[in-house]
């Protein structure tokens, strides 16, 4: 799988993940460090967008998996 980071925040990376069956872009934080401004601005606009997804479908990016791995949440 071919990983091309992205124009993100400080404290979170956007990358774009491309195969040749699937292509997603992942939004990633820390749950460790800056957690006061960085996870919680991250879980802040997955709230968002999923809410978008409700009032406007079709409009808004769908999210396709929320998760975390040992430190860092992504979806």
Sequence with gaps: ??????KGGSLS???LHESPDI???RKSVSTVKDREYG???WYSQLKKLQRYQTLFPGLVPRILNVGYDSDTAYF
């Design 23 to 25: 292509s997603f872009v």
């Design 1 to 6: 799988m071919k990983i091309t980071r992205l």
């Design 13 to 15: 990376s956007t990358c």
């Design 39 to 41: 996870f919680v601005r």
